[in-house]
């Protein structure tokens, strides 16, 4: 065949790496070799009790046909039901979809919103996806760089230096993956004026929002005025507060039209997010939240743990996050040194020795748009964390 078999657009991205390596580590520990795995980007904690027994009720009432393509209305009622109870925001069942996941909700507003000519900001470091999609649709990501030293939060003139006339929209995450990154109220006002003045959207991913630590709390960037609410899509889903990753729920709030676009896509692609999921889901929105609270605490208690044993190693910094389920250490200055021979020169070398040698899997930093970090989930067990950290300073002891 002469023909090129796969698209450009295909070619313009990479498998996301933090799948990627979390699939390593599952099938190292399938051939029998312990794995501390410290690369998941997912809640360790089992579905709590109810939501998993709304889905096999859903399964026994025969809740098994599709349904409208943007989700069940009571879902959407849930839905609106928790962003006014936890934001404030006001929202009608036609400015809700309901997606296969938050990123399913992400692709979608890369598909619908963008075009070859438009732009978008998105603060590095950043989740892989992001960058992904908008290549994806042939967009250009405008990737703006954030440092430690401002806890990652998106400086001012490098964020005005990054706005063209091109600037379609900013993808804000917070709290942030993977550097736990929070902003403030009067942070998120500033990117709210801005936008107003150079107008472009802001797509809110929100998804951490439960999980924040030391008393912090979210403010939605869609409540701060009538314009930042008519400019924002808020995206957000079950999989962190719930630990339902594999029941594939996300959704998206926000102007009616945009929506009305998602749900045509998905009319003709996905059709419905999976039924009996979304039952579970309205259960998990409308039900006890006393899990999400049990869960918090508990990352809250490893985050205490991970960020202190780890700012106790020479040579590495680590900001200490308020907010999601990881750690972003500086590991820049073992660059140049080596581990058993093998010469450390970024974060893949870093990340790969440490899996060869101390079994021990964590998402090198590049995939996330900085080589000096490497990203370490906390959701998993203290058992492991504590066993982790005693590894991996020994890991790091034998660097010369
Ligand atoms: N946004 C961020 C920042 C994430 O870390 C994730 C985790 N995969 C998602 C969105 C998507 O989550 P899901 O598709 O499971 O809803
Ligand atoms: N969001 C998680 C992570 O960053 C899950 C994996 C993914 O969807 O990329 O690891």
């Known amino acids: 065949m002469s023909k090129s078999k796969l698209n450009k657009a295909i070619g313009s991205i990479e498998p996301s790496m933090t799948i990627g390596i979390s699939a390593k580590a599952k099938d190292m520990c399938a051939s029998g070799i312990d794995v501390l795995t410290f690369s998941a980007g997912e809640p360790d904690f089992d579905t709590p009790e109810n939501i998993k027994e709304a889905g096999i009720k859903a399964i026994r009432d025969g809740f098994t046909k599709y349904t409208a393509a943007g989700g069940?209305?009571?879902?959407?009622?849930?839905?609106?039901?928790?962003?006014?109870?936890?934001?404030?925001?006001?929202?009608?069942?036609?400015?809700?979809?309901?997606?296969?996941?938050?990123?399913?909700?992400?692709?979608?507003?890369?598909?619908?919103?963008?075009?070859?000519?438009?732009?978008?900001?998105?603060p590095a470091p950043y989740w892989v996806t992001y960058e992904a999609i908008v290549k994806f649709v042939g967009a250009t990501p405008v990737i703006v760089k954030t440092d430690e030293k401002d806890k990652f939060v998106l400086n001012k003139d490098k964020f005005l230096r990054a706005i063209s006339d091109k600037t379609k929209m900013l993808i804000l995450n917070n709290p942030?993956?993977?550097?736990?990154?929070?902003?403030?109220?009067?942070?998120?006002?500033?990117?709210?004026?801005?936008?107003?003045e150079h107008d472009f959207w802001i797509i809110s991913d929100e998804i951490y929002e439960d999980i924040v630590f030391?008393?912090?709390?979210?403010?939605?960037?869609?409540?701060?005025?009538?314009?930042?609410?008519?400019?924002?899509?808020?995206?957000?889903?079950?999989?962190?507060?719930?630990?339902?990753?594999?029941?594939?729920?996300?959704?998206?709030?926000?102007?009616?039209?945009?929506?009305?676009?998602?749900?045509?896509?998905?009319?003709?692609?996905?059709?419905?997010p999976?039924?009996?999921?979304?039952?579970?889901?309205?259960e998990a929105l409308n039900g006890p939240q006393d899990s999400v609270e049990i869960m918090r605490k508990e990352f809250e208690k490893r985050r205490n743990y991970i960020v202190n044993e780890m700012n106790s190693i020479e040579n590495i910094t680590c900001v200490n996050p308020k907010g999601a389920f990881y750690i972003f250490p500086n590991v820049s200055a073992f660059y140049g040194k080596s581990y058993n021979g093998h010469k450390i020169n970024n974060s893949?070398?870093?990340?790969?020795?440490?899996?060869?040698?101390?079994?021990?899997?964590?998402?090198?930093?590049?995939?996330?748009?900085?080589?000096?970090?490497?990203?370490?989930?906390?959701?998993?067990?203290?058992?492991?964390i504590v066993k982790g950290m005693k590894v991996f300073k020994d890991f790091i002891n034998r660097i010369q």
């Open 72 to 122: 069940i209305n009571e879902l959407k009622d849930a839905v609106v039901m928790k962003e006014k109870r936890h934001n404030n925001l006001d929202y009608e069942r036609n400015q809700v979809c309901i997606s296969v996941g938050a990123k399913h909700s992400l692709y979608n507003i890369g598909a619908v919103m963008l075009e070859k000519q438009d732009e978008v900001i998105i």
């Open 214 to 272: 030391d008393g912090y709390k979210p403010v939605s960037i869609a409540t701060l005025s009538d314009d930042a609410y008519k400019r924002t899509l808020v995206v957000n889903g079950t999989s962190k507060s719930y630990a339902t990753t594999g029941w594939r729920i996300g959704y998206t709030c926000g102007d009616k039209e945009i929506i009305a676009a998602m749900i045509k896509l998905q009319s003709q692609s996905t059709s419905n």
């Open 348 to 384: 893949m070398d870093f990340s790969m020795l440490l899996l060869e040698y101390a079994h021990i899997a964590v998402v090198p930093g590049i995939a996330f748009g900085d080589d000096n970090y490497i990203r370490v989930s906390f959701a998993t067990s203290m058992e492991n």
């Open 176 to 196: 942030g993956n993977p550097t736990g990154v929070t902003y403030s109220k009067k942070d998120l006002e500033f990117i709210a004026d801005v936008a107003k």
């Open 274 to 282: 999976t039924s009996i999921s979304q039952m579970a889901a309205v």
